[in-house]
């Protein structure tokens, strides 16, 4: 993906010029009359969701809290992540098996000639392995017991090799292939752990699925997902969770693509592919970056019910990445990705007398997802697109009328491509279109009225990844946390008044992507950072949170000479009403450096409380990031002093600043 790396280069380049322009501090007022009475647009449930990808290392090494890497040896390289080594006198030795058939083709045969010594095999983890004192760990493994008397016992252990926790493994005879479990308790929180898994006496035997989970995983589901960085999903609100991309749904060509039909039932048969951002970026190479698809789509839809997001599959239209490979399915072939989609459907909301509503109910969800939108193809662009999108409506609506389809906008928000799409798309009468938008926090604030004078009868739009990119020159830290700086969440958050002013143009709003493995990323910036024992929320999060958190059901005008506040002195601002908690929510936010006064006039008869909530993200540093180990630098605070008095409430915003005001009505 030579071209693409450089375009994103280039275009961080030329946008980073025009970036972080300092505005003056001005001694002007802006007055403000907000109109609660008129509801100019409804705002949708979804307005403001999550975009997850595996990137990063977001599912195997983050979400999916599996520790052991190449769990079942089927990387190409069989023994990448894995050491071995006769100790203490042993003669055994290991031999890798390949079955032959099947998704799960290989396992290792251990054998020792000897009743002294012992043979270990040891696993890194992903860049380690994150245990907590006082924790309990489940282990696991597929076992064949063959001739001998060969004792398996696990231990995790430090760098310098201290047992950090141990336990044995009983493994019954003549039983063919089994499960075999053992729990340890960790006696320390240690970063960087690894497993050994030793073999003790005279024999042999085959071992598969090798795998570590803590118990403790988001409600305690065995072999489930990591429970903070869920915590942190939940805390977000999300109206919908985009799943699993982004690119990784296109592939690198065809056989590389997402296939959600190979990401359900028994993990030991999901079968394992090359992580598209393994080779994407030479400068940030994974060599050890696979799909285990141990978090698959039912896995997804169970937790979009947990943090009551509505789903939606992004899901692969016949098209490769357009660039890498670029490789389409002719229009003759496309039926089985059809298929694929329409028996998605089926799996998510079929009942019992369908093929895959049944097998839903038989793995554990008798009850529907709830599935009601999907995306057709990622960054598709060009023509190629078209007929292939024509083909995926066509039978989809033909079976499922209400499903929402989603259409490509392509990788850019504006330029030739673009331009070419949405007039097709808004000719098709597409119910969504899917923009991207990774610019120069300049853009965005530049672009907070872009949907001020669109064509508000015409096809809806998603913002489905956007985030603003810092040019690196005016980054001084080497933090890798740091492109989430406060400018740019500054930036987004002044962008995403004018989404929500347009709230019935703009449905829907991801920022991507959402996780990075501070140790393992190929991305940035990133929603989340996380190790393998903490995560951090970022600025970018925090805006995310606030805007998600206080979304109204209605957008009323807030103005300033009987305009929208779109940049005017600095400012950007939108409101909403909830009406069922009857409150007025009016978000202000200032990109200046210096703090700015706003005179705020409530128009109307209805009465409002004398106190109000007054939620404010702000630093005095554009570059002011959270870390790992500085975590709470820029985060909201809640104030809840401010006085609505008068004809005219006087605000002193301070600068740099998002501000979030929650007024309650008193009646009716
Ligand atoms: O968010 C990272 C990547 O950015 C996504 O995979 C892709 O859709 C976009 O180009």
């Not at 375009?7 to 907000?34: D, P, Y």
């Not at 869920?230 to 590389?256: S, T, W, Y």
């Not at 920022?511 to 929603?527: C, E, K, S």
């Amino acid at each position: 993906m030579k071209s693409y790396t450089q375009l994103k280069i280039f275009l961080q380049a030329v946008l980073g010029l025009a970036c972080f322009t300092i505005v003056s501090n001005s001694s002007a007022q802006t007055n403000l009359m907000v109109h609660p009475g008129q509801h100019t647009a409804q705002v949708s449930p979804t307005m403001w969701g999550i975009f997850f990808e595996d990137i990063n290392f977001s599912a195997d090494g983050g979400l999916y809290a599996e520790l052991v890497k190449n769990r079942s040896f089927e990387f190409p390289n069989p023994l990448m992540g894995w050491k071995y080594k006769a100790k203490n006198g042993a003669d055994a030795s290991l031999l890798v098996v390949n079955r032959g058939e099947g998704s799960n083709q290989r396992f290792v045969t251990i054998s020792s000639k000897k009743d002294t010594g012992d043979f270990v095999l040891s696993n890194e983890g992903f860049r380690g392995i994150g245990l907590k004192e006082g924790e309990i760990y489940n282990f696991s493994a597929m076992v064949r017991k063959g001739s001998g008397n060969l004792k398996i016992k696990v231990e995790a252990v430090s760098e310098s090799g201290e047992v950090l926790g141990e336990t044995s493994l009983a493994i019954a005879e003549n039983a063919g292939w089994q499960t075999c479990h053992a729990q340890f308790k960790s006696n320390k929180t240690y970063p960087n752990a690894q497993l050994n898994v030793v073999f003790e006496g005279k024999g042999d035997v085959d071992v598969d699925m090798i795998s570590l989970f803590p118990a403790d995983t988001w409600k305690h589901r065995p072999n489930g997902l990591r429970a903070d960085l869920v915590q942190k999903l939940a805390d977000l609100h999300p109206g919908f969770m985009r799943f699993p991309g982004g690119c990784i749904v296109e592939g690198r060509d065809l056989a590389n693509r997402y296939q959600w039909k190979k990401t359900i039932g028994n993990p030991a048969d999901r079968q394992l592919i090359m992580n598209r951002w393994n080779v994407e970026f030479s400068y940030r190479s994974t060599p050890d970056y696979y799909q285990s698809f141990g978090l698959g789509f039912f896995e997804y839809f169970q937790l979009c019910e947990d943090i009551r997001a509505s789903p939606l599959p992004i899901l692969n239209c016949g098209m490769a990445c357009e660039y890498n490979s670029a490789e389409v399915v002719s229009m003759n072939e496309i039926d089985p990705y059809i298929q694929d989609a329409l028996d998605l459907i089926e799996f998510a909301n079929g009942n019992t007398d369908t093929k895959w509503g049944k097998l839903r109910i038989a793995l554990g969800h008798p009850a529907p997802f709830n599935l009601k939108m999907i995306g057709v193809g990622n960054e598709q662009w060009g023509e190629q697109y078209i007929p292939r999108y024509k083909a995926f409506v066509a039978a989809i609506k033909a079976k499922y009328p209400d499903i929402k389809l989603i259409a490509s906008g392509g990788p850019d928000p504006d330029g030739e491509r673009f331009e070419y799409l949405t007039k097709v798309m808004h000719h098709e009468k597409a119910d969504l279109i899917d923009e991207h938008y990774y610019r120069s926090p300049d853009w965005f604030l530049s672009n907070a009225k872009r949907y001020d004078h669109y064509d508000h009868k015409s096809s809806h739009v998603f913002a489905g990844e956007y985030a603003a990119h810092t040019p690196d020159n005016l980054i001084k830290s080497s933090a890798v946390e740091s492109h989430n700086n406060w400018g740019a969440a500054l930036a987004e958050a002044a962008f995403m008044t004018g989404l929500e002013r347009n709230a019935d143009v703009v449905k829907m709003a991801s920022y991507a992507p959402l996780f990075a493995d501070v140790n393992a990323w190929q991305w940035r910036p990133d929603l989340i950072w996380f190790d393998n024992l903490n995560s951090v929320a970022t600025p970018n999060y925090y805006v995310q949170q606030v805007f998600a958190t206080h979304r109204g059901d209605y957008v009323v005008p807030i103005l300033s000479d009987g305009k929208p506040l779109t940049g005017q002195d600095s400012l950007y601002s939108s409101a909403t009403v909830d009406t069922v908690n009857n409150e007025l929510i009016i978000k202000i936010v200032n990109a200046s450096i210096g703090g700015k006064q706003v005179n705020l006039q409530i128009d109307g008869k209805r009465k409002w409380a004398k106190q109000a909530e007054w939620l404010q993200v702000s630093s005095a540093d554009k570059m002011a990031f959270n870390s790992l180990t500085d975590p709470d630098v820029v985060k909201p605070t809640l104030n809840n002093t401010l006085k609505i008095g008068g004809k005219t409430t006087r605000l002193t915003l301070r600068g740099l600043s998002v501000n979030v005001i929650v007024i309650k009505a008193e009646s009716q």
